[in-house]
């Protein structure tokens, strides 16, 4: 990945009133997002074991719940963790949390049997959390959350209500320039949600409606679909087939979805059904970047750059062992990629000469009232933090 990935895509930003502070190249505030050299990572740990010796004597241990290992988001965020981890000289332990809250559970107590030193957690079930935490807090176990955040750990992931925003408002720009306000008006827009994981990871979903809305505000509440993925590309598969049903043939379908695993679910429902003329989508992670090279009604995904993820884990992981600040909460900084400008991102994929025929907008003054309506909800008490300031 280039150098303008580094410098735009992977900066990220810490929440309202965080504190950070550069540390062997590192900050958390405006790292660039290449991985740092060897000679840096094992300098964090050879100034970490001062602080906090590792509780074997020689190394530390580290170990990474993935959310699981067999999809392309996880696949990637694993390998980082893995490079990062070997470059530094730690010792890491994988498992897999299979999208299931108590095979995480009994992940997190086979870690305290083990007696590792930190651990990175990628789990979805929010109502498993606090157990979790605790069974670490009470071993003395520091915790980086990935995406879905958990009480007492730092958390490293998504800017949830600007992604979902980017992601809708894309969507509803994409589809006028392509149906027109007449054949829009008369579509239905289905978003794929994940209840399991919490208020967190709706803030994206609801965010997509939020922006897509933003763009189209009369569009009518009874052509907005919401269906389960259980974070799937088979369940979504499966509720979008059983939603199309209530939709008239030759209706536009406007897809958006918690990730692009679930999208390319829903966009194989409506494949199967022959009706893809009648379909554009939106995804979000940007990591099925195969579907989105070929397919041209997945017009566009939402970067997350997963691949990256282990040059912040590890650092942020070490940071804490070594006893340094670290902020509450650490926000991935996101673009639009498209066929256009994927080669950009990805040299590994061609960009197609032919743009997504408008000129993309981002609305910032409704998004700027939509954070201001987040910022009143109930539901998010105590989670001010993962709400951005714009």
Known sequence: MNNKLGALALVLGLAAGAVAEE????????????????????????????????????????????????????????????????????????????LDGPTALANAESFVRRGVDLVIEFQTDVN????????????????????????????????????????????????????????????????GELPQSGAIPAMR????????????????????????????????????????????????????????????????AVQQAGRQGDLIAVGNGADELETLAKEAPLVASVAYFPERYGNYLIPLGLMSLAGRPLPPAVLVEHLMVTRANVCQYYPDFPCQEQGPGFAYVFPQEAFARHLARLKGKPELAGYQTLIPAR
């Open 23 to 98: 540390w062997h190249g590192f900050d958390p505030a405006g790292f660039g997002g290449l991985m740092l050299k060897a000679e840096a990572l094992q300098a964090m740990a050879a100034e970490a074991r001062q602080h906090r010796p590792p509780k074997n004597g020689d190394h530390y241990v580290f170990a990474f719940a993935n959310l699981q290992r067999d999809m392309a988001f996880g696949i990637k965020v694993e390998e980082g963790i893995k490079a990062n981890a070997a470059s530094a000289g730690l010792e890491l332990l994988v498992a897999d949390n299979r």
């Open 128 to 191: 498993f959390g606090p157990t979790i935490m605790q069974k670490f807090t009470r071993a003395g176990i520091g915790v980086v959350a990935i995406d879905i955040p958990m009480p007492g750990a730092t958390f490293f992931g998504a800017n949830n209500p600007r992604s979902g925003f980017m992601g809708g408002s894309y969507l509803a720009q994409a589809a006028l320039a392509r149906f027109g306000d007449e054949q829009v008006a008369r579509g239905y827009q289905v978003v």
């Open 205 to 268: 979903t609801e965010g997509q409606v939020a922006g897509f809305l933003a763009m189209l505000p009369d569009f009518p509440a009874a052509q907005l679909i919401r269906i389960d993925t259980k974070n799937t590309l088979q369940y979504s598969f499966q509720q979008m087939r059983n939603v199309l049903s209530r939709i008239p043939p030759g209706a536009p379908l406007m897809l958006l979805a918690i990730n692009d695993q679930s999208v390319t679910g829903m966009l194989r």
